[in-house]
């Protein structure tokens, strides 16, 4: 890490076997991975949320930018939005050269992690496979394959029988009402803990000098200058927070809040292309490996990958209408069960463990909103819908740059705000409605 | 389960129905800026609270309505508007 060295902090106790041998031995706890700090009256920065995204941009503002005067401000606690909760799928076989540029950008970020972190966030890079049950879904992955190889990413489309030599469980007769008839291969997609994401970036930022602040809310964004109400709006600028805690003057804000960012941003006056739909998810009792891939199949609605301890994850569609409330229904469950005996008929007497659910900000083009706004100082990083986990690592990265240098870095310039105004949609549905 | 109030059919499970997104009325195509046009198009309210909202009685009537529903309660309020998707108030 090249933060540790020129901040000149203590580092960090390393997380290895024999630390953990010799603390076991002697009976000694780990200390806290991130300190408790007295809230202050200003920061050079504000980020708000405190997921994978707000502390990723904390950790790379600290670490390519020397910037640590830095809040990262959470209501809850951190990973308590969709962090915590999604079904850890990374991968870049995007549609758009755009997205597939982005998101390979994050699988390499990916792969460095557990060095650069020092935390085991145990990526595993199964392979991703995504079913096509239809000439029109077998066209749109042969699509999806060639910008992928365009674009230097590992991504081809192959056949029944090599989908059953890579995942033997799959039916791939012709018995089922929608029999596979091909999938889009992508051996460097897999999945990453997504726990351990969140407490790397936490632990990274914290040891560069950045505070985390947990149960602070944010009621309003101070502005001056905008064509609205308060200062706030197009050509104003931003001065700071207000939170359940106190004020904060800032000139930096940067809304990464991904379900409630369009209640952020409207504290900025910036409306949003965003709507909010909980997203569900479920999880099996455990048994013995038998799923090697991650397996998505977008005309069943429904994904489905093996954990290390064995349960059986799986996801779908976001619910169909806007909502804030993570209650759970029954109606997923069904629609889940049924779509997973036609692709995995062997399941059927698996238990469901849990199921939970998640707020996703959608977009109407399935990309992300990143970037500057008509208020200077008010940055976003949202529109992470269903598929904003993998993309944590170059987003922290890429809108750290925004910040720090008040430019709009070549990688995020596609996904701007103004493109609604320009009609300059970047549309991922192809790609990103089912398989996140 | 979501039990939608249509004002022809009365409650209805929300799998009976489509979704059609919040009710902003639609500026004149002839006379809207390009920036109208676009604003009318993508951006959204999204509150955590009370929305008009259109809904389509896809297994019913068969017919658009809008009603106001709390997001964060799933609550529904008013007697519901009868009305095209077009033509949603606010
Ligand atoms: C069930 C499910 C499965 C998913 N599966 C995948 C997947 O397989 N792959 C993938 O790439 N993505 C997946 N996603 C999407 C992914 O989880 C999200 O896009 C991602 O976690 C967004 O991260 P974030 O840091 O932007 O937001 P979040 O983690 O949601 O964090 C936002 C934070 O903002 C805080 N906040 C909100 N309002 C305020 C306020 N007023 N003041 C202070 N703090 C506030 C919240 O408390 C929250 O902690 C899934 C999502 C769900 C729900
Ligand atoms: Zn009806």
Redesign the interface.
């Known amino acids: 890490m090249r933060g540790n060295g020129r901040l000149g902090r203590k580092r960090p106790p390393k997380y290895s076997a024999a630390a953990l041998a010799w603390k076991g031995l002697r009976g000694q706890s780990w200390p806290r991975v991130w300190r408790d700090c007295d809230l202050k009256r200003s920061y050079d920065a504000v980020v708000i949320g405190g997921g994978v995204h707000g502390l990723a941009t904390a950790y790379y503002l600290a670490r390519n930018h020397g910037m640590t005067d830095v809040a990262v401000l959470d209501k809850a606690y951190l990973g308590s939005g969709g962090s915590g909760r999604n079904t850890a799928i990374v991968r870049s076989n995007y549609l758009t050269p755009e997205g597939v540029a982005f998101y390979d950008r994050s699988v390499h970020l990916y792969e460095q992690m557990a060095v650069e972190l020092n935390i085991n966030v145990m990526f595993s890079q199964r392979g991703h496979l995504t079913l096509a049950h239809s000439d029109a879904s077998l066209r749109t992955m042969h699509w999806r394959a060639e910008v992928n190889k365009l674009g230097g990413v590992n991504s081809s489309v192959i056949g029944p029988d090599e989908i059953k030599k890579e995942c033997p469980s799959l039916d791939t007769s012709d018995h089922p009402r929608y029999p596979i008839q091909g999938a889009l291969y992508h051996p460097p997609g897999g999945v990453v803990r997504h726990d351990a994401v969140v407490w790397g970036y936490a632990r990274a930022a914290d040891h560069m000098g950045v505070e985390m602040h947990q149960k602070t809310e944010v009621t309003d964004i101070l502005c001056e200058g905008g064509d609205g109400p308060d200062g706030k709006g197009a050509g104003g600028r931003v001065t700071g927070v207000r939170t359940n805690r106190g004020d904060i003057s800032t000139p930096i804000v940067i809304n990464c809040t991904a379900g409630?960012a369009?209640?952020i941003s409207?504290m900025a006056g910036v409306?949003?292309?965003?709507?909010?739909h909980p997203l569900q998810a479920a999880v099996t009792e455990p048994v013995k490996m038998f799923l090697p891939t991650v397996v998505v199949s977008g005309s069943l609605h429904v994904y489905v990958s093996q954990t290390d301890r064995g349960e059986l994850v799986f996801g779908a569609s976001v619910d169909?209408?806007?909502?804030?409330?993570v209650r759970g229904?029954?109606?997923f469950t069904e629609g889940l069960a049924g779509h997973v005996l036609e692709l995995m008929p062997g399941v059927s007497r698996m238990r469901i463990l849990r199921q939970w659910s998640g707020l996703c900000d959608m977009t109407?083009d399935y990309s992300p909103v990143m970037g500057h706004t008509p208020v200077e100082g008010f940055l976003v990083d949202v529109g992470w819908g269903t598929y904003g986990f993998k993309a944590a690592p170059v987003s922290g990265e890429q809108i750290a740059e925004a910040a720090a240098t008040g430019t709009t870095p070549k990688l995020i310039e596609a996904f701007a705000l103004s493109r609604?105004?320009d009609?300059e949609l970047v549309g991922e549905k192809g790609a990103a409605s089912v398989g996140h | 389960?979501?039990l939608v109030p249509c004002p022809n059919c009365g409650p209805r499970n929300?799998?009976d129905l489509?979704?059609g997104?919040?009710s902003h009325a639609r500026p004149d195509p002839n006379t809207a800026s390009?920036?109208e046009w676009?604003?009318y198009?993508?951006?959204?309210?999204?509150?955590?609270g009370w929305?008009r909202?259109n809904w389509y009685c896809a297994s019913g009537c068969r017919r658009w309505f809008s009603v106001e529903r709390n997001?964060?309660?799933?609550e529904f309020r008013d007697p519901p508007l009868p009305g095209d998707k077009r033509g949603g108030a606010a």
């Open positions: 409630w369009s209640l409207t409306r949003l292309p965003i709507t909010t169909p209408y806007a909502n804030y409330s229904s029954l109606e109407p609604f105004d009609g | 389960m979501l929300s799998t489509r979704y997104g919040e390009p920036a676009r604003a198009l993508y951006l959204r309210d999204n509150p955590a929305l909202e997001t964060a309660t799933n």
